[in-house]
């Protein structure tokens, strides 16, 4: 866990929908940390201070479709290193490799540009929120096949009873997150 003062101010802007986008889910909704100047840079400079340790600055930043592009392109200017979006299905113009993992019901699929990183890359992957685990998983996969090496998976918020993180960490990839979720 970062300093508790900064998760505790983060959790505080971070809306909770009930019943969306199906009965029974409650949606953790990041645009409020986004929204408010002050916030979003608190939210952006608790990744940034970690990640400009030179032990565990990336050469590249990887964001997840969609949310992970909003706060992974900036961490990724702030720190100096490149951005590529891992994108759904169909959005990349450029060769791509993919990856297909299962949803609660059917599948999905992922693709990221061939030259998007290079073999022997350290990559931070970045996303906006774990919950299952698939996607952020299909993400390390992909840079993988490129032989890319993904040294940490970053997200703003876990949900731990969904078992993600800790499938995700069994994987063997370190993870980094700002708030825990539990229950509704
Ligand atoms: C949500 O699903 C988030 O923005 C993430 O991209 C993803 C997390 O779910 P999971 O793959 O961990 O279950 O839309």
């Known amino acids: 866990?970062?300093?508790?003062?900064?998760?505790?101010?983060?959790?505080?802007?971070?809306r909770t929908v009930q019943d969306?986008?199906?009965?029974?889910?409650?949606?953790?909704?990041?645009?409020?940390?986004?929204?408010?100047?002050?916030?979003?840079?608190?939210?952006?400079?608790?990744f940034v201070h970690r990640y400009m340790d030179p032990a565990l600055?990336?050469?590249?930043?990887?964001?997840?479709?969609?949310?992970?592009?909003?706060?992974g392109s900036v961490i990724a200017y702030e720190l100096g290193v490149g951005f590529v979006p891992i994108r759904k299905r169909g959005k990349l113009p450029f060769t791509t490799v993919e990856e297909t993992y299962?949803?609660?019901?059917?599948?999905a699929t992922v693709e990221v540009h061939v030259d998007a990183v290079k073999a022997g890359d350290r990559v931070l992957l970045i996303d906006d929120l774990i919950a299952t685990g698939?996607?952020?998983?299909?993400?390390?996969?992909?840079?993988?096949?490129?032989?890319a090496v993904v040294m940490e998976g970053a997200a703003i918020v876990d949900l731990p009873e969904l078992g993600g993180s800790a499938k995700l960490h069994s994987s063997?990839?370190?993870?980094?997150?700002?708030?825990?979720?539990?229950?509704h």
């Not at 866990?1 to 971070?14: A, E, F, G, K």
């Not at 600055?57 to 706060?71: E, S």
């Not at 698939?134 to 032989?147: F, N, P, R, S, V």
């Open 57 to 71: 600055r990336p050469d590249v930043v990887a964001g997840l479709d969609a949310r992970g592009f909003i706060i």
């Open 20 to 46: 969306w986008p199906a009965p029974g889910v409650a949606f953790r909704d990041i645009t409020p940390l986004l929204q408010d100047a002050k916030v979003f840079r608190v939210l952006i400079d608790a």
């Open 172 to 183: 063997g990839l370190p993870l980094f997150t700002l708030i825990d979720f539990e229950g």
């Open 134 to 147: 698939g996607t952020m998983m299909a993400g390390k996969k992909l840079l993988e096949k490129l032989g």
């Open 1 to 14: 866990m970062y300093n508790t003062s900064v998760n505790h101010y983060l959790r505080d802007h971070i």
């Open 102 to 107: 299962e949803l609660e019901y059917g599948s």
